[in-house]
T-cell receptor, first 111, second 114 residues
Framework: GQQVMQIPQYQHVQEGEDFTTYCNSSTTLSNIQWYKQRPGGHPVFLIQLVKSGEVKKQKRLTFQFGEAKKNSSLHITATQTTDVGTYFCGPKNSGYSTLTFGKGTMLLVSP | DTEVTQTPKHLVMGMTNKKSLKCEQHMGHRAMYWYKQKAKKPPELMFVYSYEKLSINESVPSRFSPECPNSSLLNLHLHALQPEDSALYLC?????????????FGPGTRLTVT
């Protein structure tokens, strides 16, 4: 599958601060999916982006897919302690719908 | 019902034991997956079943043996494991195809090999 790099690996913010994680690829991606895994939990699907320049919002979360379809970002506005977890991105490969996860960004939010 | 269930939640086994992990979904998904996740790492794909047939084996050692008895069940048979196989084993399911098909993950089985 296609490989992606996620940055940062870890971020610690104060509650109320914003947070952004980036997902970068050296090759053009057909799509990108984002998942969240809470500590001790399992990955939960957040969104899929398919179109060049696509922007999708879910409450305080904003997802973007770059114009060249080589990068994506997840931005959280005014973080809350419930946002704690690891955010993974990954392209969904064609055929058998397999995912290749990036290494993830671990977010810690202090009250 | 959008739930994937896995049993057991925790498993401790010796290197000479034989055990099985079980996964079940009732969403009508015809693709099912096994992932292995080590601490602070992303899930790594092990196997993919599509329409109850093994379609992808990511070069997993033969001490891991998957089985898909029917469209709702997925098993992972374990034999002669090594301590480095200790990890969280996640099952997931999805629709088959190239559309916007998210994967639904189960809670996982935390395996410790002693």
């Amino acid at each position: 599958g296609q490989q992606v790099m996620q940055i940062p690996q870890y971020q610690h913010v104060q509650e109320g601060e914003d947070f952004t994680t980036y997902c970068n690829s050296s090759t053009t991606l057909s799509n990108i999916q984002w998942y969240k895994q809470r500590p001790g939990g399992h990955p939960v699907f957040l969104i899929q982006l398919v179109k060049s320049g696509e922007v999708k919002k879910q409450k305080r979360l904003t997802f973007q897919f770059g114009e060249a379809k080589k990068n994506s970002s997840l931005h959280i506005t005014a973080t809350q302690t419930t946002d704690v977890g690891t955010y993974f991105c990954g392209p969904k490969n064609s055929g058998y719908s397999t995912l290749t996860f990036g290494k993830g960004t671990m977010l810690l939010v202090s009250p | 019902d959008t739930e994937v269930t896995q049993t057991p939640k925790h498993l401790v086994m010796g290197m000479t034991n034989k055990k099985s992990l079980k996964c079940e979904q009732h969403m009508g998904h015809r693709a099912m997956y096994w992932y292995k996740q080590k601490a602070k790492k992303p899930p790594e794909l092990m196997f993919v079943y599509s329409y109850e047939k093994l379609s992808i084996n990511e070069s997993v050692p033969s001490r891991f043996s998957p089985e898909c008895p029917n469209s709702s069940l997925l098993n992972l048979h374990l034999h002669a494991l090594q301590p480095e196989d200790s990890a969280l084993y996640l099952c997931a399911s999805s629709q088959v195809g190239t559309g916007n098909y998210e994967q639904y993950f189960g809670p996982g089985t935390r395996l410790t090999v002693t």
